[in-house]
């Protein structure tokens, strides 16, 4: 079986400074990975790598087939979905609005944006702007985008954090969806607890270096 | 998603923003409008003065006030929105295609009403048929003004200071745009041709497209 991540000595250096070394990672199809480690360890820079975002500096590997030192990676980008720690809404656009847009950008047919909106819980509250919503319901509108545009690998950066349980449970939908459709998850959180839940494997990343911790 | 429906999609929504913030209309507009009546005042009843130098005066508040409207896509773009656009596969040149619609339109309409208001204060002499040449190079400034904005914005991306930068960017490359666009006027009135002055503004215009487009790709993946 092909895998969805295959890194080899795989390193990130931002601005000269290494932040990310030898990294070695492997994301079979329907497996969960967790990776947890203090702040500044370099798991955001992690979670951006998988995205092909931000480009390895050294090492080789493929993401979702995609060589990561080519420009394969564009195409793969699509396949590829991530919460990060900030909603990327546009603040002036209506939540309703934002998920158009994005449905529109990603070619999808726009009749699927109110079912979605209904599963996230936001059908009542479709029409008020962005910047007039919580941060809870931010992330239900990116739950939303998620749920529309089925990502084969799933990056889960602190997703979770500052969420209630439903909202939760809804993120918990979406990697159940992500898994079922034959795709990977890696999920970074501070939460061992959720970790051991979640993930068939658990990695923590300290001073740049990832090691298997369960 | 097509290449010119990405694009579209990219101009639709920005110029659902604006709508909603009034940044260029509602703001921006007004201040130079209060701008262009400060030169008659402190030139108290010269009328004859002032209504020689407006044009020059409308070109000079457009290229000042135009920047502003020129950067005020890259002011409110945010890493996260960079990278929602990679991630739904959005082509960067259609991004820098869409926001250069979006933002000629607003900096078009920004400048025709300004020379409204120029032609109402200062009373300019203006040759026979100027208007169609006024239209002519207001549209070509505010094409290449907002593509100069634009690639500021990109090229800037990720830094701080981020506005002030690209000032420093956009202000002497818009050069060939004002020069063309205020000599137009100014050859017209003389009876001379205006050929050679279209011509630099749209040269320039094409050089911006051609730059913008092809460096699209290389400047986002640049500024992460």
């Given at each position: 079986m092909d895998l969805l991540v295959h890194l080899e000595n795989a390193g990130v250096s931002l601005g000269g400074k290494p932040?990310?070394?030898?990294v070695d990672f492997d994301l079979q199809p329907g497996q969960v990975a967790g990776v947890t480690g203090p702040n500044g360890s370099g798991k955001t820079t992690l979670i951006r790598m998988l995205t092909t975002l931000l480009r390895v500096s050294e090492g080789a590997g493929s993401i979702l087939g995609a060589d990561?030192?080519?420009?394969?990676?564009f195409a793969v980008r699509p396949s590829i979905g991530m919460i990060g720690h900030n909603p990327a809404l546009i603040d002036e656009l209506t939540l309703r609005e934002n998920l158009v847009h994005v449905v529109r950008l990603a070619g999808l047919?726009?009749?699927?944006v109110d079912p979605v909106l209904e599963v996230v819980g936001l059908d009542e509250a479709s029409d008020r702007r962005a910047d007039a919503s919580s941060f809870g319901m931010r992330r239900r509108i990116e739950v939303a985008h998620l749920l529309l545009t089925r990502p084969r690998l799933l990056l889960l950066d602190e997703a979770t954090s500052g969420l209630d349980n439903s909202a939760r449970e809804l993120i918990d939908a979406l990697m159940d969806r992500t898994i079922g459709d034959g795709g990977g998850v890696v999920m970074v959180s501070h939460d061992h607890q959720r970790l051991d839940e979640s993930c068939d494997e658990v990695m923590a990343l300290s001073s740049g270096r990832l090691e298997r911790a369960r | 998603m097509s290449f010119w429906n990405q694009t579209l999609e990219i101009a639709r929504v920005d110029l659902r923003v604006e709508r909603r913030l009034g940044d260029t209309l509602r703001i921006v507009l007004p201040f130079a409008v209060v701008a262009l009546m400060v030169f008659p005042l402190s030139l108290g009843i010269e009328l004859a003065t002032i209504s020689r130098i407006g044009p020059a005066v409308f070109w000079a508040l457009g290229i000042l006030f135009g920047m502003q409207v020129a950067l005020r896509q890259s002011a409110a773009d945010t890493q996260e929105r960079r990278d929602l656009h990679a991630l739904l596969g959005v082509d960067p040149a259609a991004r820098f295609v869409g926001r250069v619609l979006s933002g000629g339109v607003l900096m078009l309409a920004f400048l025709v009403v300004l020379f409204i208001a120029m032609v109402l204060i200062y009373g300019p002499t203006l040759p026979s048929g100027y208007w169609p040449t006024v239209l002519l190079g207001t549209v070509l400034f505010s094409i290449g003004l907002t593509e100069l904005g634009t690639l500021a914005g990109e090229i800037t991306a990720?830094?701080?200071n981020r506005t002030a930068l690209a000032s420093l960017i956009v202000a002497p490359l818009a050069l060939p745009l004002v020069i063309g666009a205020s000599q137009s006027l100014e050859a017209l009135s003389r009876g001379t041709g205006i050929l050679p002055w279209v011509l630099l503004m749209l040269a320039t215009d094409l050089a911006l497209a051609v730059i913008g487009v092809g460096m699209a790709r290389p400047l986002e993946e640049a500024t992460r």
């Open positions: 932040i990310l070394r030898h990561v030192n080519s420009d394969q990676v047919a726009e009749e699927r | 990720g830094l701080r």
